[in-house]
């Protein structure tokens, strides 16, 4: 399920998005009509002053009365009186249309705001809900730039452009009916010429659909380029490849720049051709309106009246022409956006779940058969039944497929075939949740949140006491770690836990774990980053919290696994051996045996060095 290749198919179905986006919009829909309605008579409004400017021109200009009527009663305003009224009226009316502006801003920047957000919000819940190989699959960079820039740019513009849409709209219908009103001739050579203008904007729907997903995957490449610049900056330093790394963000960016001049260079002749074309209505209307005028057939208010009102059509028209083409790009994002909603877990629950409460009896691996490929098998037909409270240690060369063994019993990832069962119900029948929290796992490699180290140890519990908490600390032999921060065990750790050694962090994780008090337990490469006093002293406190516990262990120091119930021996996604320490290194030519005389060939040689004292304690 590759992000880049689920691209904006859509966009142009209108319907579909409609559909997809009425539940955002439908919390909001009050405050969106009062915006439409204020937006109504302020796109009007300009009409009202070019209206202004025929009795001005007419009556107050040439003295005469300016003779109307309002709900069939007749009035009449002297020239003079026209003078004083109408440029009073006219800022009168710019106050006005101001209040109404402010309000139409705020409510539409309230809306829009609200819409993304739920929008950010439900996006987020599925993807927190992602199984692991779908991050596997997709970097950082593309998941940034389709979670958080897509709907940034797609809701966030969508109620702002529908607004100057809308403002714009009826801005130009009040200026049309103000050139009817001032002479219908005039007025249909004018509508003529602007409809002709608009044809270019459909023109580009598809180019800039395309330009649009390519930046897409762009944007979450230099994102992505980010990332990695944060993360392996050690790694950049340490090889000095500073001017590598500059290199391939230049050419990123460099894509980018050409991407979005292809676009301007095919996209950039609309607007002046738009101007081109109205510039021909312009001197039409100007020349046939002077004969209009010569041969008495509108007055010469009229005639300014209708000029006013073309000259300030050409705003309003501009702007929904941009607006066109700005939600072509909002299309393309929504498309994006709603094509996510659509994505779904592979790692699913059944209809009615079983809910797992404890281990009773035993975990079953049956002819279990998983490949993260297809057709390149990682574990083959594995079987293996642990019973509860069996301390299992799995050993094997690196890549012979430990950790995903471990890994599919949370779920992580599914199984092609086989089953695996805990207390004979497949793991596939029972709740996620009570699954998991089944389980207490400490990787290698173990992710802290940038939070204090209190807060990351009870997230295996936030109702723990104080007394749970400590012993968790107290067990995992982190007392004097914490005592040597600056705020204790509230000290902040920084974004991935740098600002800790990987053995503190390793001890932080076995809190967690503890804490969890979970009935089976995966240390998977646990304590593989602490050094022999610490794993000492954490393995004898691990033991008692392990008693009575099903516990799966990964190590490949193997001084740490010889006390295990069964060690396991896996090879290239098979198990080879099984047996306790006792019987394995009995068997003279045994993997574990190997495996096992390699390492003690190495303490013994590390022994002739001083420094083997500090390891051997
Ligand atoms: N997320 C993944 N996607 C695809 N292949 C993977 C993934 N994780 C592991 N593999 C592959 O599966 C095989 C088994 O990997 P696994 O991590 O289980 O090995 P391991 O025995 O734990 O090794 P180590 O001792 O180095 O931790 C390896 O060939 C590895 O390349
Ligand atoms: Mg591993």
């Known amino acids: 399920m590759k992000l880049k290749k689920t691209a904006a198919s859509n966009s142009f179905n209108y319907i579909w998005l409609l559909r997809k986006i009425f539940p955002y919009i439908k919390p909001c829909l009050n405050r969106i009509l009062i915006n439409f309605l204020i937006a109504l008579p302020l796109g009007l409004l300009d009409g009202v002053s070019a209206f202004a400017i025929k009795p001005y021109i007419d ?37 006005f249309q101001g209040i109404l502006r402010y309000l139409n801003s705020y409510i539409s920047s309230w809306t829009s705001r609200k819409i993304t957000n739920n929008i950010k919000s439900d996006l987020y819940e599925q993807l927190i809900h992602m199984h692991p190989k779908f991050f596997d699959e997709n970097s950082s960079g593309i998941i940034v730039s389709r979670y958080i820039n897509d709907p940034n740019t797609a809701s966030n513009g969508i109620i702002e452009q529908l607004k100057t849409m809308i403002t714009s709209l009826f801005g130009s219908i009040g200026l049309i009916a103000v050139m009817l009103y001032s002479s219908a001739k005039l007025a249909i050579i004018g509508i003529f ?49 500073q001017h590598k790394q500059k290199y391939d963000f230049n050419e990123e960016i460099q894509k980018a720049f050409n991407i979005n001049m292809s676009l301007t260079k095919r996209t950039a002749w609309m607007s002046p051709l738009m101007h081109l074309i109205a510039s021909f209505g312009i001197a039409i209307v100007l020349w046939y309106g002077t004969f209009l005028v010569n041969s008495n057939q509108i007055t010469t208010g009229s005639f300014a009246s209708f000029i006013a009102s073309l000259l300030l059509l050409y705003k309003p028209v501009k702007t ?119 389980i207490a796992m400490v990787f290698q490699d173990n992710f802290l949140f940038s939070k204090s180290i209190k807060e990351n140890i009870l997230l295996a519990k936030p109702d723990a006491s104080d007394d749970e908490l400590f012993l968790a600390i107290h067990s995992a032999n982190l007392f004097d770690v914490i005592s040597n921060l600056p705020d204790g065990i509230d000290t902040i750790i920084s974004e991935r836990g740098l600002t800790l050694s990987g053995g503190e962090r390793q001890r932080i994780a076995i809190a967690r774990a503890i804490l969890k008090n979970a009935p089976i337990v995966i240390l998977d490469e646990a304590t593989s980053a602490l050094d022999n006093k610490s794993e000492a002293m954490v393995q004898k ?20 696994i010889q006390n295990a119930d069964r060690i396991i021996v896996l090879e290239d996604g098979r ?21 096992y005389e390699m390492q003690f060939q190495n303490i013994k040689t590390l022994s002739r060095n001083p420094l083997a004292d500090e390891f051997t304690k």
């Not at 198990?575 to 993997?591: A, D, F, W």
């Open 575 to 595: 198990i080879i051996e099984t047996g306790c320490h006792n019987e394995l290194t009995k068997v003279g030519n045994s993997r574990y045996r190997m495996l």
């Open 541 to 560: 406190a691990m033991a008692n919290l392990m008693k009575d516990k099903t516990v799966f262990i990964i190590a490949h120091r193997l001084s740490t």
């Open 193 to 241: 010429v602007l409809c002709a203008a608009f044809i270019p904007v459909l023109l580009l729907r598809k180019r800039i659909k395309d330009a649009s997903n390519k930046n897409m995957i762009i944007n979450g490449n230099i994102i992505g380029h980010i990332n990695q610049t944060h993360g392996g900056n050690k790694v950049i330093a340490s090889y000095s490849i």
């Open 320 to 438: 929904l022409g941009n607006t066109m083409t700005n939600m072509q790009k909002i299309f393309v994002a929504l498309g994006r956006v709603f094509e996510l909603f659509g994505l779904e877990s592979e790692i699913n629950e059944i209809k009615n779940p079983v809910t797992l409460s404890d281990l009773n009896h035993s975990i079953k691996f049956c002819n279990v058969v998983f490949e993260y490929d297809n057709n390149r098998p990682v574990l083959k037909n594995i079987n293996l039944e642990i019973k509860k409270g069996e301390t299992v240690a799995i050993v094997g060369s690196s890549g012979s497929g430990k950790s995903t063994l471990v890994n599919l019993l949370p779920r992580f990832y599914d199984i092609k075939s086989g089953s695996i069962t805990i207390d004979d119900v497949d793991i596939r029948n029972i709740t996620l949740n009570s699954l998991r929290n089944n």
């Open 59 to 95: 009556c107050a200009i040439n003295e005469n009365d300016f003779k109307f009527q309002i709900f069939g009663r007749n009035f009449v305003l002297t020239g003079l009186e026209i003078t004083y009224i109408l440029p009073i009226g006219i800022v009168l009316f710019a106050t």
